[in-house]
């Protein structure tokens, strides 16, 4: 599995830019007035790991398989969106189909770039949209809860721990704080996640800055640094137009201009990279002559459920798995110096998969 994450933020702040620098792709428009995105375009991207090539050279896989990140550009959501401003419901449904929400930010000055509100205030925009979407899940909830009340005079068992939950969140939004502050035990989490809240997604703030200030950010990303780590979110500081000039050139010209620029790496890669570390995810790999392929599980994940990520059959007749640490893998030259280093492993059930695991399933069919 792979994970989607949403692009959102007011207008004009590079949203659509920096889609298109993530895709490689002109398929968003990108243009000097709000609501130029209608419909969400969406992008799938592989995810750059240099683990996979590493992997794939020892091993003379015939072909390189990476996981993949589905990025989807939402429309800029404006004051007001929660009541159906501008296009704000068809928007917040959108929201609610992806995993993760990376919020783009706009902290440059650009007079040739109006901002929808007449000021640059990355702080303020964030409030706006986090109020926005509070708004909507406050209301959410209050419907949830006054559909519910027939099957809780009933002492519906389901109703009851969804009135739980639902109060939990209604308690928090009311105090102005999102779903995501909401603690939540390990059995609630599934029918936490099927109500679908808005502000309990995580958060990855994306401070788009000028072209000079790519490297290093400046006075308001730095603003924008300190609520992220105030709220538990994370950040990432990138440069669109960067992104999306580096997206047009060649791999080696594209590596040469982010020296340039003293970037050691891709705005893409450090927007993944985040992502990932904040939907808690590992990548495994599974190697040989024919491919090499990478795949995206949760941290913590069994092995079998990690078997059935590759096909549920898998997963049914799992057996065991055959493992070798990446490190291991890559100092002892392939499976065969591996296991005559006794760094080759068998594992049951209940073995859970480490980022970087090199897998091979034994299953029945």
Request: include cysteine; charged fraction near 25%; charge should be negative.
């Amino acid at each position: 599995m792979g994970f989607r994450m949403g692009i959102v933020g007011l207008p004009n702040v590079g949203k659509s830019t920096l889609f298109n620098a993530l895709t490689k792709t002109a398929a968003a428009q990108a243009a000097n007035f709000p609501f130029c995105t209608i419909e969400p375009n969406v992008g799938e991207v592989a995810v750059p790991d240099p683990r996979l090539d590493t992997l794939a050279a020892i091993a003379s896989s015939k072909q390189v398989i990476p996981t993949r990140i589905t990025f989807v550009d939402i429309a800029g959501l404006v004051k007001g969106a929660s009541k159906g401003e501008g296009l704000g419901n068809q928007f917040l449904a959108n929201i609610r189909e992806v995993d993760a929400i990376a919020h783009v930010l706009r902290c440059f000055e650009d007079g040739d770039v109006t901002h929808v509100e007449g000021r640059v205030d990355p702080i303020a925009d964030a409030d706006t949209i986090e109020t926005e979407l509070m708004i909507a899940d406050l209301e959410s909830v209050e419907r949830r809860l006054a559909n519910i009340q027939r099957k809780l005079k009933g002492g519906d068992k389901d109703a009851v721990a969804q009135e739980k939950l639902l109060k939990a969140a209604q308690a928090a939004l009311e105090s102005g704080k999102p779903a995501r502050t909401v603690s939540v035990a390990d059995e609630d989490r599934k029918a936490w996640d099927m109500l679908q809240l808005l502000t309990a997604k995580p958060v990855l703030f994306v401070c788009n800055v000028e072209e000079d200030k790519a490297a290093t950010g400046n006075a308001q990303s730095d603003r924008v640094a300190e609520m992220a780590r105030a709220q538990g979110a994370g950040h990432v500081v990138i440069s669109a137009k960067i992104e999306e000039e580096i997206s047009q050139l060649p791999a080696d010209e594209a590596a040469m201009f982010l020296e340039e620029m003293g970037l050691h790496e891709a705005g893409l890669d450090r927007l993944i990279r985040e992502g990932y570390k904040l939907l808690g995810l590992d990548t495994y790999f599974t190697v040989g002559p024919k491919e090499a392929r990478a795949w995206t599980i949760h941290k913590g994940t069994l092995a079998p459920q990690a078997a059935g990520v590759i096909h549920g059959d898998f997963e049914r007749g799992f057996i065991r798995a055959e493992t070798i640490a990446y490190d291991d893998y890559v100092t002892y030259k392939g499976e065969v110096g591996a296991r005559e280093a006794g760094k080759f492993r068998v594992e049951g059930k209940t073995y859970e998969v480490k980022d970087g695991d090199v897998l091979h399933f034994l299953f029945n069919a």
